[in-house]
T-cell receptor
Framework: LAKTTQPISMDSYEGQEVNITCSHNNIATNDYITWYQQFPSQGPRFIIQGYKTKVTNEVASLFIPADRKSSTLSLPRVSLSDTAVYYCLVGGSGNTGKLIFGQGTTLQVKP | DAGVIQSPRHEVTEMGQEVTLRCKPISGHNSLFWYRQTMMRGLELLIYFNNNVPIDDSGMPEDRFSAKMPNASFSTLKIQPSEPRDSAVYFC?????????????FGNGTRLTVT
């Protein structure tokens, strides 16, 4: 699996847009980029997944440059309830299922 | 969709006792994963099944840990005998695929405390 690097922590204020960038320099051709969110005392929750360019859903947007060596999760107008740990994972359908979670990015949203 | 259901939610046991954690995956999902989460080590993949067959158990810490999936709707993770260092939150997840092209759906975990 491609190794990922993301900031350990980030702070933001309510109403701001938050961008969390993940580096994955050795991403393979058939790898997808997937982001999960985890609140305290809960399991991780799927946020968004993409392969290239831009993907948007009701929760977030995912920006992937042409070389796919990084990706940026964008959370529009965060609220206090967006305080959580965000994980970036990279891998493809050809993997044998070894979904490895790194340390993630702890996002703290302040009032 | 009831989601992935894990039981019990909390388990407190004494060192040396057997512990059994249970998981009911989402109906129709053919892959099931067991993870362990601690502050020190983060989320660790212990084992995963595809179509009820164990595919990779290289993350299982040692022989004290065993996992079974007798049918598509039920899996267990057993620790015998338990030790204090097994204290962690154990998550079960299911998906429709094997790789990272299929999102994982996690349960709310079982918090295990071994005293």
């Amino acid at each position: 699996l491609a190794k990922t690097t993301q900031p350990i922590s980030m702070d933001s204020y309510e109403g701001q847009e938050v961008n969390i960038t993940c580096s994955h320099n050795n991403i393979a051709t058939n790898d997808y980029i997937t982001w999960y969110q985890q609140f305290p005392s809960q399991g991780p929750r799927f946020i968004i997944q993409g392969y290239k360019t831009k993907v948007t859903n009701e929760v977030a947007s995912l920006f992937i440059p042409a070389d796919r060596k990084s990706s940026t999760l964008s959370l529009p107008r965060v609220s206090l309830s967006d305080t959580a740990v965000y994980y970036c994972l990279v891998g493809g359908s050809g993997n044998t299922g070894k979904l490895i979670f790194g340390q993630g990015t702890t996002l703290q949203v302040k009032p | 969709d009831a989601g992935v259901i894990q039981s019990p939610r909390h388990e407190v046991t004494e060192m040396g006792q057997e512990v059994t954690l249970r998981c009911k995956p989402i109906s129709g999902h053919n892959s099931l994963f067991w993870y362990r989460q601690t502050m020190m080590r983060g989320l660790e993949l212990l084992i995963y099944f595809n179509n009820n067959v164990p595919i990779d158990d290289s993350g299982m810490p040692e022989d004290r840990f065993s996992a079974k999936m007798p049918n598509a709707s039920f899996s267990t993770l057993k620790i015998q005998p338990s030790e204090p260092r097994d204290s962690a939150v154990y998550f079960c997840a299911s998906s429709t695929g094997q790789g990272l092209d299929s999102p994982l759906h996690f349960g709310n975990g079982t918090r295990l405390t071994v005293t």
